[in-house]
């Protein structure tokens, strides 16, 4: 090759024979001085630290070493946090800061030739509809280190039929994590509406149960802990498909369900232990309008999860039905409130939004007779507002007062409609 052919630098024109290395781009060349120089000014202009975060992706804030122990959050500092956006359920909120520490932890042990392993727990959360199982797991995900998804069970088949596959689970880990399998395989995922894929019966089945049984045999290797095949792009599995693979053995897996109808196999339970002369005092100390708390694992089986799933969920917590006074104080206290939520929407209008306190009782009273739970509120809400979202921006009044009379006016119009 002659000299006026060799490749020269854009940026100080040498030719290629004249430096040590050359890089190639895409429309050019740089050359290894050239580089040094440009490392040097950005680092006068921008700081020593700019290279800090360099081939990291914007999931990947774990250390691909380990964690630090001093960085991780104490299950005190996680359950304050998730008392900022979610009010009451302390038993299941202590659960669920134990066991995402307990994670972090694993993912932090120090490997050493003594033998101990610290086997991961993963957590089922059963609750009414509306006592904020999807609420504690969004909220957690905004403190985590970890990529984090939301997967719903009644999605999922068993392999042959129309719906999903159980991988599917690890392909959405994946694209939180921008396909990093190192960060994917230190991860945490809510699999909600676990209780939709309980087998109808008790009894095992001797044929295929399209979206229960078989659902749950297919999830039990991601719960332990296996090498998976995850096709990236999700959807179904195909022969000539390239995979990525993914070990869950360090995936923390927390499952959330109704169980609704459960309460009646508590019962049933308790009563079979109720025997003999100390049976009457035993019954009395029941609390039988929250039989949730007494929840015990082969309650779970009962309902229709097969034991193997049972126990690969070893921590099992409740939460508990929301009174009056809880749905009062999710309106207004935890910082992305439904009030709070209002009043900054019409703020952006330039309109200042007050809500008077029998508007807000008489909203917790149609959420009770809807036994809707928090997510009745926001139906409410919706059907109170939605004039007042509309008209509003359009006009010159700058303050709005929501009244009882308003509210009951507008839910009355809502419901007149809807018949």
Known sequence: MTGKNKNRCSFCGRRE????????????????????????????????????????????????????????????????????????????????????????????????DNGVEIEKSNIIMVGPTGTGKTLLARTIAKMLRVPFTIVDATVFTEAGYVGEDVESILSRLLQVADYDVAATERGIVFIDEIDKIARKQDNPSITRDVSGEGVQQGLLKLLEGSEVNVPPKGGRKHPDQDYIHVDTRNILFICGGAFDGIERKIAQRLNTHVVGYDSVQNLQKIDTKDLMQYIQPQDLKSFGLIPEIIGRLPVLTYLNPLDREALRNILTEPKNSLVKQQIKLFAMDGITLRFEDNALDYIVDKAVEYKLGARGLRSIMEAIMIEAQYNAPSEDEKTLTITRQYAEEQVGKNERMKK
Do not use: W
């Open 17 to 112: 024979d004249e430096v040590a290395l050359m890089l190639t781009g895409k429309n050019g060349f740089i050359c290894d001085d050239c580089v040094r120089q440009a490392s040097q000014i950005l680092q006068e202009n921008m700081g020593e630290d700019i290279f800090a975060n360099v081939g990291k992706s914007r999931s990947d804030k774990v250390p691909r070493s380990g964690l630090n122990m001093r960085d991780i959050p104490k299950p005190r500092e996680i359950k304050a946090y998730l008392d900022q956006y979610v009010i009451g359920q302390d038993s299941a909120k202590r659960y669920l800061a134990v066991s995402v520490y307990n994670h972090y932890k694993r993912l932090a042990q120090p490997s050493d």
